[in-house]
């Protein structure tokens, strides 16, 4: 069991450094279709599923991945409507990069289904890692070995 969940650490070690480089290069991104592709729809999509591979890190198991998903969803969710919120305190934590960052700073419900497709896009990239992990490297069997 210790060598499919080395081998599911190992894969999201290898995935976080490319969906965060992805992440910011959409993030700031200048060109066709800029405002789709900077506030819509890769950054938005790349921030979730950088936070689920995160839990998924601490929490390898196949049990987890739904409890991650629904909890990366609806946190980001929370975050999306806190930005209605603007007291001084607040606003002035926005001000900084990893405030506006984590944090952001205008509401917009277009935001909720790019939201959805990052949390699906996660789901699948998690259980892709649980079936990758499980592959015998001779090819004999998908079963995971008990718990």
Request: proline residues 6%; charged residues 15%; positive net charge.
């Amino acid at each position: 069991m210790e060598d499919l969940i080395g081998r599911r650490r190992i894969f999201v070690s290898a995935t976080v450094p490319v969906v965060t480089a992805l992440t910011f290069a959409a993030h700031y991104y200048h060109g066709p279709f800029q405002n789709l592709v900077r506030y819509w729809g890769p950054a938005s999509i790349g921030y979730l599923i950088f936070f689920m591979l995160c839990w998924f890190f601490v929490f390898p198991w196949r049990k987890a991945i739904v409890p991650i998903t629904v909890g990366v969803f609806l946190t980001t969710c929370s975050l999306e409507f806190l930005q209605l919120y603007k007291p001084t305190w607040l606003m002035e934590l926005r001000a900084t990069f990893l405030g506006r960052a984590i944090l952001g700073n205008t509401f917009s419900w277009l935001d909720f289904p790019a939201y959805i497709v990052g949390a699906l896009l996660g789901a699948w990239l998690l259980n892709l890692f649980v079936k990758w992990s499980v592959c015998e490297p001779v090819g004999r069997g998908l079963e995971e070995s008990p718990s």
